[in-house]
């Protein structure tokens, strides 16, 4: 089971930037599609963006387009979110997911059911 875990999370004021990255412990992230969620509190959990395992595509939701930026470094084993240009409505819990099986996908998703690992969050939190 692929362990992840988040980091980068924390207060900074609208309009302003954020980075947040996600590593494995052990298990290489190499393989697999890469998400990265969020959850308000009061709302569900929703997408943000997601990347391929070779890192060549991505794909993100409407609302943080252009403004956010989802890569991978597979010597690091490390997957990161850029967010820049921060709204209120981008404060959140932020999870990193992985889409282990099957490995080597070619189909980034956006549901939660197709990422079977999860980290435990991240808070992000934007002052007006």
């Known amino acids: 089971q692929v362990q992840l875990v988040e980091s980068g999370g924390g207060l900074v004021q609208a309009g302003g930037s954020l980075r947040l990255s996600c590593a494995a412990s052990?298990?290489?992230?190499?393989?697999?599609?890469m998400g990265w969620f969020r959850q308000a509190p009061g709302k569900e959990r929703e997408f943000v963006a997601g990347?391929?395992?070779?890192?060549?595509?991505?794909y993100y939701a409407d609302s943080v387009k252009g403004r956010f930026t989802i890569s991978r470094d597979h010597t690091k084993n490390t997957v990161a979110l850029q967010m820049t240009r921060l709204k209120l409505e981008d404060a959140a819990v932020y999870y990193c997911?992985?889409?282990?099986?099957?490995?080597?996908?070619?189909?980034?998703?956006?549901?939660?059911?197709?990422?079977?690992?999860w980290g435990q969050g991240t808070q992000v939190i934007v002052s007006s």
């Open positions: 997911a992985a889409k282990t099986s099957p490995p080597y996908s070619v189909q980034i998703g956006s549901r939660e059911y197709e990422y079977n690992a």
């Open positions: 052990e298990r290489t992230l190499s393989e697999y599609v």
């Open positions: 990347i391929s395992w070779s890192g060549g595509t991505t």
